[in-house]
Nanobody, 126 residues
């Protein structure tokens, strides 16, 4: 069973930066795409960003474009989320997700992904 292990969350002031990491536990894991979603209290889990493993195409929610950057290290089976210019409204639990096979769902859909991490808390103070 593949596990996704996230790290890097924490408390930061508005305008600051954080970098999240997510590593798939199985080195033989075949990765089609990985993504980050987030969920604030009383809100639905929402798409943040995704990266296609082959080719590195990236996709972003409008709310984070220009501030967040997703990247990957294929050798480490790891995806990163660099978050700059953080705002209080970015406060949420951030979840890593992985898709091990092609799907017709869009990259922004939760249904695209068949593995999920446990989540890491990001809190941005004003």
């Amino acid at each position: 069973q593949v596990q996704l292990v996230e790290s890097g969350g924490g408390l930061v002031q508005a305008g600051g930066s954080l970098r999240l990491s997510c590593t798939a536990s199985e080195r033989t894991f075949t990765n089609y795409a990985m993504a980050w979603f987030r969920q604030a209290p009383r809100n639905e889990r929402e798409f943040v960003t995704a990266i296609r493993w082959s080719g590195g195409n990236t996709y972003y929610a409008d709310s984070v474009k220009g501030r967040f950057t997703i990247s990957r290290d294929s050798a480490k089976n790891t995806v990163y989320l660099q978050m700059n210019s953080l705002k209080p409204e970015d406060t949420a639990v951030y979840f890593c997700a992985a898709a091990s096979r092609y799907s017709s769902f869009p990259y922004s859909s939760r249904s695209m992904y068949n593995y999920w991490g446990q989540g890491t808390q990001v809190t941005v103070s004003s």
